[in-house]
Structure formats: C-alpha cells, structure tokens
Nanobody, 123 residues
Framework: QLQLVESGGQSVQPGGSLTLSCQASGGAFTYYNMGWFRQPPGKEREFVAHINRDGDITTYADAVRGRFTISRDNDKNILHLQMNILKPEDTAVYFC????????????????WGQGTQVTVSP
C-alpha cells in the first residue's frame, strides 16, 4: 500500500515562496495520478492541483493558477508543489493524495492521503 508523507510547510510572509514535497513509499508511485489539496481553517478540503502519472498533464484551481506549480519525480517517488506569490488566503493544511484512476478535482475520489503539512501566510 502506497504511503505518503508531506513536508515543507511553514510560516511565510505574503509575496513569499515555498515548496512542499510529498514522499511516496511502499507502492508503485508511477501507477498513481497525484493531487494536492488544502483545507483552510474552518473550511472544507479543496482542490489545488493534480498531475498525471507521466507528469506531463497538470490542472490547477483558478485560485492558484499562475502562482503554483505541481511536479513529480518518478525516479525519486516524490511529488512537489512550488508556491509563489503567496497570499494570506493560501493559509491551510496542505495534503497530497493518490488515485489509481483518472486524476480528479474531487477529494472524495482519492484513495490514499498524507497527514498534511501546515502553511501559514501572514505579515
């Protein structure tokens, strides 16, 4: 069974940058389409970005398009989320998730989740 561990979350100032990582282990990473989701305080989990198995097709939520970049390194079994021009509304717990079927924007379509990493954007 694939296991996912996120890292890289921290407190940053508005306009700053941060890269999140999601290390996969225990399964065939290349078998899965991968996604990043986030859960702001007091809100439901929401889609951020997803990437296909080969890493050549990506999709982004409107709120992050042009600022965030999702990527994966299949040789190292790792997923990244590069976040630029961070805003206070990006504050959330960020989760990576894996899905064997076609990539989806719906959190309930994903089978495997990491534990999350906190990103806080404030002056």
């Amino acid at each position: 069974q694939l296991q996912l561990v996120e890292s890289g979350g921290q407190s940053v100032q508005p306009g700053g940058s941060l890269t999140l990582s999601c290390q996969a282990s225990g399964g065939a990473f290349t078998y899965y389409n991968m996604g990043w989701f986030r859960q702001p305080p007091g809100k439901e989990r929401e889609f951020v970005a997803h990437i296909n198995r080969d890493g050549d097709i990506t999709t982004y939520a409107d709120a992050v398009r042009g600022r965030f970049t999702i990527s994966r390194d299949n040789d190292k079994n790792i997923l990244h989320l590069q976040m630029n021009i961070l805003k206070p509304e990006d504050t959330a717990v960020y989760f990576c998730a894996a899905r064997a079927l076609m990539a989806s924007v719906r959190p309930d379509n994903y089978d495997i989740w990491g534990q999350g990493t906190q990103v806080t954007v404030s002056p």
